[in-house]
């Protein structure tokens, strides 16, 4: 009998460490946005579905996440088992086989809901390589209880001189309103962004069909000091150490009568529980100057880094999660928690048709998918030129030239030395960039 009770507790025993064993933990990667936040807030969920599952979240702010993903990426590192990257990654890193692609998608997942211009940016040679978990374009907010008390009317889409001379009439710093607040973090994903489709709005470009930069240009000089002047004068102090999460903060606070930046925060200041600005913040397209359409294109999504065996448990646990974040069914348990308003944008034409969707954002929803559906990654600029991308060149070169030129224009945005030297520093490093990895002789 002793020998039995024996056999029985070696058994039980076998099949807890077999099903302690059978957890599979994946370390996700991503980036400190609300958004991310929620996703986190729920994965409590997707491991009651998926018990064989553990989450691991590092999740850190923007110019740190791309710094350490991609670093983890290029060596093969293993660290991560799902990263947070967007459409300027995944084609590079595809063609270099840096990550699984995502094939044979279930019938359930609706691929055909995804929105053609953000699922097009994710791919490369036709197959996906990641699953956006959001999707964005560029607009303005503004204050339509301050443009009313002004007597001024915000154009549905407007241009760069009307924006400045609202933020001129609206500056109120004696009162804690700021004319705009506008990214001024160094980075080629965090100043740069905005910065970049200035420069496109004003017919400059990075580069010309010879891959000359063109950084000292007379448009490329003017669409600069324009965004240094204008947040210098009417944005508050200390920009360079806002990015998009703290301008969204500043904005939603009720310290900026403007704000230029990504559509997805529509949701976030229309909610009274995130934004003391809720009921009187209005919404426009991208602003322009010399080029109309000017809003970016951009998708925070979700891939597998190659790194992990295909066939491995990590790598089939990494997709199944990424599967549930993507998915309509995501969409619909954040609406349950957190309300319709902060469900993840611009990824499926379901939420765009969805009446409950529309219900609330209809203030904003047209907008954000008309800009999603009508940015032109292929033809950026006014002028012809080489690269493809709004907000970012379609080079492996250009995050690290993108970082390098964001810190000198913040350094003239900072007052320690003006535009011009800036861009004549910028110009002088791309160039020596773009000579050493053989664009140019």
Known sequence: MKWVLLMVFVLLV?????????????????????DMVIMQALSPYFEALHPNIKLNWVILPENELRQKVTTDIAVHG????????????????????????????????????????????LSYKGTLYALPFYGESSMIYYRKDLFAKAGLVMPEHPTWNQIETFAKILNDPSHGVYGIVLRGEPGWGENMAPIDTVINAFGGEWFNMQW????????????????VNLDRKYGPPGVTSMGFTECETFFAGGHAAMWYDATVAAGYL???????????????FAPSDVKKNT?????????????????????????????WATSKQYIKLVAEKYGWLLVPPGTRYSTYENPNYLKVASAFALITEESIDNADILHPTVNPVPYIGIQYVDIPEFEAIGTQVGQYIAAALAGTQSVETALQQSQDYVLNIMKEAGYIK
């Open 270 to 284: 229309s909610d009274p529980k995130t934004s003391s600005v809720a009921s009187d913040v209005g919404f426009a």
């Open 78 to 121: 293993g660290a991560y088992n799902v990263v947070t990257i967007g459409d300027y990654e995944v084609p590079l890193w595809a063609k270099n086989g840096w990550l699984v692609p995502f094939t044979s998608l279930p019938a359930t997942y609706d691929e055909g809901d995804l929105i053609s211009s953000i699922k097009d940016s």
């Open 295 to 323: 809003g970016w294109l951009w998708s925070w999504a979700l891939a597998i880094p190659s790194s992990i065996p295909a066939s491995s448990e990590k790598s089939e646990a990494a997709r199944t999660f990424i599967l």
């Open 14 to 34: 076998a099949i807890g460490i077999s099903s302690i064993a059978a957890v599979t933990t994946i370390t996700i990667a991503t980036v400190a946005n609300p």
């Open 212 to 227: 000359q930069p063109q950084l000292t240009s007379p448009a490329f000089e003017k669409a600069v000091n324009f965004y």
